[in-house]
Every structure is written in structure tokens, then in C-alpha cells.
């Protein structure tokens, strides 16, 4: 992305979220975007998921010019090329481990066996096989975020955004999710990291800092 920009409007106040925003992700790689709250690191991080457009600037994701994409291909990319992972873990109460990783590849159109045979999978590489059939309630907070993994990968996404994955954990599972991310992207997966924890970011390759929605390299 270059140049990127998104202004929010509070009354008759505005300010910019993102101020001339570029940031570059290259395939295979680890990359972190650390900040304090209301920095614009989600902001940033729902432009490069497809979720939100900037008000101006160029988005290239896979050499495809996003702002010339229909909403429909918009959703197909998010689909089918990008896995997310957030804070809140997003896990429907009602459906167990295995229903709730699948779900999405329904959505794909996914026959039900397939669907089956690659949320298993996900949920082994995650190491909770043993738990396919507990509902959310019965996982302890690093296992739901577990389970949210697995749900992000089932579908063999190119990229993995994960916002704030451990805000909500306490530090024992928070070393487990960011070995996790690391081992996935040491598999092959682009892994890109939002949060404001230094111990978080130092799993990554490239570590950035945006103030105020301004980005700027950090070392690691």
C-alpha cells in the first residue's frame, strides 16, 4: 500500500486515522504494526483485510489495484486468501471446536466431508484434536484462540491478520499463540501482527510503529 489515507469525521471534528500511509508485505514474511490504542492499528489492519477503503492511496494486494475490485471479488479474496485471528476470538457459543473452524468452508460452498476432513486438520495443527467436540464455554481462553486459529487456516489462506491474538490471554497462552504464528509462518504462511505488546512483536522479521496514523520502521 502507498499512500494511504482514512479521515474519520466526530461532529464537526475530523482527524485522519491513517496519514500517508505505506507499507510494504512481502510473501513469506512475519510483520508486526505496534502502537498504543487508537494509534490506527486496526484501522490499518481492516484496509490490508479487505474490510475497510481508504479515502485515497493505492492498495495492491497480489498485484490486483483493490479499489478497482467489485464487492464481490472483495469477498472472494478475504474468503479464500486471507485468514483472520481477533482479540474477542469470535467463536459462536453454541457450535463446538470443530462446527466453528468449519464453518467459513461452508460458505465456500465446501462439501460437508471436505469440510469436516480440513477443520480436523486445522485443529490438530493447532493441537486440540482431542477437544473437536467442546463448545467454547468448555475452553479456557488460550484454546478458544486456539480454535480461532484453526478456523483462520482451515482454508489454506496466503495470508494470516491477526489483531491484538493475545489481548485477551494470560502470558503462558500468549507465548503458546505466538509460537503458533511463528511456526505457521516458518510453514510458508505471510503473517501480519497488530498489537501494542513488545514481547508479542519481537517474533516478527519487520517491526513497524504508527503514531497518530504515522507509520515508521522500528528495529526488532
Known amino acids: 500500500m502507498t499512500d494511504i489515507c482514512r479521515r474519520y469525521s466526530v461532529g464537526k471534528n475530523s482527524f485522519f486515522a491513517l496519514d500517508n500511509v505505506s507499507l510494504t508485505v512481502n510473501k513469506g514474511e512475519f510483520v508486526c504494526v505496534t502502537g498504543s490504542s487508537g494509534s ?19 492498495y495492491f494486494f497480489e498485484e490486483l489495484n483493490v479499489s478497482e475490485l467489485s464487492d464481490r471479488e472483495l469477498c472472494r479474496i ?59 464455554s468448555e475452553l479456557s481462553g488460550g484454546q478458544q484462540q486456539r480454535v480461532a486459529v484453526a478456523r483462520a487456516i482451515a482454508s489454506a489462506p496466503e495470508l494470516i491478520l491477526a489483531d491484538e491474538p493475545c489481548g485477551n490471554l494470560d502470558s503462558r497462552s500468549s507465548g503458546e499463540i ?39 520502521k522500528s528495529e526488532n
Open 40 to 58: 490506527g492499528k486496526s484501522t490499518l489492519m481492516n484496509i490490508l483485510g479487505l474490510l475497510d477503503t481508504p479515502d485515497s492511496g493505492s
Open 178 to 216: 505466538m509460537k503458533l504464528l511463528s511456526n505457521l509462518n516458518k510453514s510458508g504462511k505471510t503473517v501480519l501482527l497488530i498489537t501494542h505488546d513488545k514481547e508479542d512483536a519481537a517474533y516478527a522479521d519487520t517491526i513497524y510503529r504508527i503514531t497518530d496514523g504515522v507509520i515508521s
Open 78 to 136: 478475504r474468503n479464500r486468501k486471507i485468514g483472520f485471528v481477533f482479540q474477542s476470538f469470535n467463536l459462536i457459543p453454541g457450535l463446538d471446536a470443530l462446527e466453528n473452524v468449519c464453518l467459513p468452508l461452508e460458505y465456500r460452498g465446501i462439501s460437508l466431508k471436505e469440510r469436516i476432513a480440513l477443520g480436523k486438520a486445522a485443529l490438530d495443527a493447532v493441537e486440540l484434536s482431542h477437544r473437536i467436540h467442546h463448545k467454547p
